[in-house]
């Protein structure tokens, strides 16, 4: 049997009996039997029995045990805290006791929020989160808008050719010269193009030359004109690459590749797209104006012959589309992905250089 | 969603006792976390439509109750066990479920079991969970408030046996009769602590012509406060503004008539009890008979409350151990039950 303490006004005294037999020697004390103790706590004098005995097993659960001996201790006036430590004490452990107490007695240290371990593995799934986010971010952004950053990337290319070192007027070069620092042959300007110059041209375009037809550029202080003498030389889209024809000194060339710089001086491009199923067509100028836009039916074509290029074109359905350029297949495979086709068609690709 | 369960990784399941007075919160693992009063104190921007921000929650706002300047509003969004003003009272529990968890790094989102009295109406008992959710709870179980209570007091809910438990809170009362998990019989009255301090304030501004606040009807019933006429008279001096006069006067009470002023909100709660053993079954009712009526809540602190209700019934009344956290503790045991048996094992929704 456990010690009980008991306070008795300043002293302290220790019993070395349970708290039922206590309140049972209290109520003694005071000459009280067990009936009137029951009828004062309405209980049966069984119960009051069993109370003072120390059979608390007998009793029905801690919660009302606790109950009739804080009240039992209030009768008698005693005071009740000592009583039910000494209760506690006695009670084998109870299976409704928080968790927590169970967890302390196993000795597994417990992991909060604030330990470094979590803290740490937070951070790094936080970061980890960010990462994927951005990603998702990125790929969402190039499938919302196709073409966007193609977009701002012609732009920013279409700002920089007009830029004015490239709208000077470049000084005429000794005849036989070529090389990186090439003058281009042929000259081709946007229609919004607000530059005199380009009227010229225009003017030049229209006058339709014929094969053979040279083609000159002169440029000085006065500007740039076009001159097309007969007999004077033309150049082959391969020689345009790298070689340039300046004024003044005319270059003679064979006859099929003045016949196809004739097909391109008459029309400086043809794009044309065959749609043999129904397709999804974007075609946006290197000023981001659009051009061709929208769904096309199978059998329909469509021809591409105004706008500054590059060229971006964005083709739904890749395989439902052929695309001839200037008379010549355009393969679509290496700029397909996903049946759609994203490609860029500049001056090179033109044939314009 | 799954940000919300990665949240939840890094919060405590709680047990909200969201009541009229106080609010308490039981973190598994923890105990009792949080035990401060459901007020909220608003300030209102200057100018017409100014904007409305939260200047204090819990305690800090209790102390200004009646003391705040004229852009300064403190309220209680819980009137009766019930909510009152729902975005005040999703503020409250915001600023109190995160004040709960230590970690600052990501914002908690906790699995939460709201307390809710068992004759709040299906509208009262959705807004209550809407408003846990809108602070951050990742799930919301409700659980009716005698049940937690009963649970709470270490009462053999699970048995084959009627335990009978009354639980005072500050806005209502509840008594039900409880067997094999489940409420045989329950019901809610709107009286609770709050109508003590109203029928405080009342007797005094009847008898003596003074008006006094609620805080010091609070105290006044707290010092003195008694259910059932004992052999000591307490006594307490107060002060309030005489209403004749115009200006603060300061005069005594005693316990007897704090009794006297009492006797309508604890009749009100007598017959609560008497109409719940009438409507009991007769095997259950001859159990709690037996064993007796389990009281919680804060008003079961109320002085021989337990010997009122003892002897208007004849039957064993006790006092639970700490009633004041019982509801919030059972509703954790509660969610731990839930786990470890399935949530079928209580009503809860």
């Known amino acids: 049997m456990n010690a009980l303490l008991v306070a008795e006004g300043d002293g302290e005294t220790f019993v070395r009996q349970g708290p039922g037999a206590y309140l049972k020697a209290a109520r003694e004390e005071r000459g009280w039997d067990v009936t009137h103790i029951a009828n004062a706590m309405h209980l049966d004098e069984d119960t009051v029995e069993a109370l003072e005995a120390d059979d608390f097993e007998s009793l029905t659960s801690p919660v009302f045990v606790q109950g009739y001996l804080r009240k039992y201790a209030r009768l008698v006036d005693t005071p009740s805290e000592p009583l039910l430590r000494a209760y506690r004490d006695l009670r084998p452990p109870d299976e409704s006791e928080p968790r927590q107490n169970l967890r302390a007695a196993a000795g597994k240290p417990e992991m909060h929020s604030n330990h470094a371990f979590v803290r740490i593995v937070s951070f790094v799934v936080i970061c980890l989160m960010l990462g994927l986010l951005f990603v998702w971010w990125q790929g969402h952004l190039q499938d919302a808008e196709p073409g966007f950053l193609e977009r701002a990337m012609d732009r920013i290319g279409g700002e920089e050719a007009a830029s004015p070192e490239d709208a000077e007027p470049l000084p005429p070069m000794p005849a036989g010269i070529s090389g990186d620092d090439v003058v281009q042959p042929f000259i081709y300007h946007g229609e919004e193009t607000a530059d005199p110059a380009r009227d010229e041209i225009e003017t030049a375009e229209d006058l339709k030359p014929t094969p053979g037809e040279a083609q000159t550029v002169e440029q000085g202080g006065a500007g740039e004109t076009q001159a097309e003498p007969e007999g004077a030389p033309a150049v082959t889209e391969a020689e345009a690459s790298d070689q340039t024809t300046v004024a003044g000194a005319p270059q003679a060339v064979s006859e099929g590749e003045a016949a196809a710089r004739s097909a391109t001086a008459e029309d400086p491009y043809r794009v044309v797209f065959h749609f043999d199923r129904t397709s999804w067509v974007d075609v946006r100028d290197g000023n981001g104006r659009l051009l061709i836009v929208g769904e096309k039916g199978g059998g329909l074509s469509e021809q591409l012959t105004s706008g500054e290029p590059p060229f971006a074109v964005v083709l739904g359905r890749a395989d439902a589309v052929r695309v001839e350029v200037n008379g010549a297949p355009f393969d679509l495979a290496p700029h397909s992905r996903k049946n759609v086709a994203r490609f860029k068609l500049d001056q090179g690709a033109l044939g314009l250089n | ?349």
């Open chain 2, 1 to 349: 969603m799954f940000l919300k369960r990665l949240r939840g990784i890094f919060s405590n399941d709680l047990s909200i006792d969201l009541g009229t007075a106080n609010t308490l919160i039981y973190a598994r693992g923890q105990g009792i976390v949080l035990d401060e009063p459901s007020v909220v104190a608003i300030r209102q921007d200057r100018g017409h439509g100014g904007a409305r921000t939260v200047a204090a929650v819990g305690l800090e706002a209790k102390q200004m109750l009646g003391r705040t300047p004229a852009n300064i509003t403190a309220i209680r969004p819980l009137k009766e066990g019930v909510i009152a003003d729902f975005t005040v009272t999703e503020k409250m529990l915001q600023h109190f479920i995160h004040k709960v968890h230590e970690t600052r790094i990501i914002r908690p989102s906790p699995r939460v079991l709201v307390c809710v009295p068992c004759g709040s109406t299906q509208v009262e008992r959705r807004a209550i969970k809407e408003s846990a959710a809108g602070a951050g709870a990742r799930e919301v179980y409700l659980i009716e408030e005698p049940m937690s209570a009963a649970i709470g007091a270490g009462l053999p809910v699970d048995e084959a046996r009627g335990s009978m438990v009354l639980d005072i809170g500050g806005g209502t009362s509840e008594v039900a009769i409880i067997s094999l998990n489940g409420i045989v019989y329950a019901n809610s009255v709107r009286i609770g602590g709050d109508r003590f301090d109203e029928a405080i304030v009342s007797y005094v501004r009847r008898n003596y012509g003074t008006l006094i606040g609620d805080a010091t009807a609070e105290r006044i019933k707290k010092e003195i406060g008694s259910a059932y006429p004992g052999d000591e008279v307490k006594e307490i001096e107060v002060k309030g503004r005489n209403l004749a006069e115009g200006i603060p006067r300061s005069f005594t009470l005693n316990s007897n008539e704090i009794l006297e002023a009492l006797q309508e909100p604890l009749s009100g709660i007598v017959g609560a009890v008497k109409a719940a053993l009438e409507q009991t079954p007769p095997e259950l009712g001859a159990d709690v008979a037996e064993r007796g009526i389990v009281l919680t809540g804060g008003g079961a602190l109320l002085r021989d409350l337990d010997r009122l209700i003892e002897e208007e019934t004849g039957l064993p009344v006790l006092v639970a151990e700490d009633p004041l956290t019982c509801v919030a503790r059972g509703g954790g045991r509660a969610l731990e039950l839930i786990d470890e048996r399935g949530g079928e094992i209580f009503s809860v929704e």
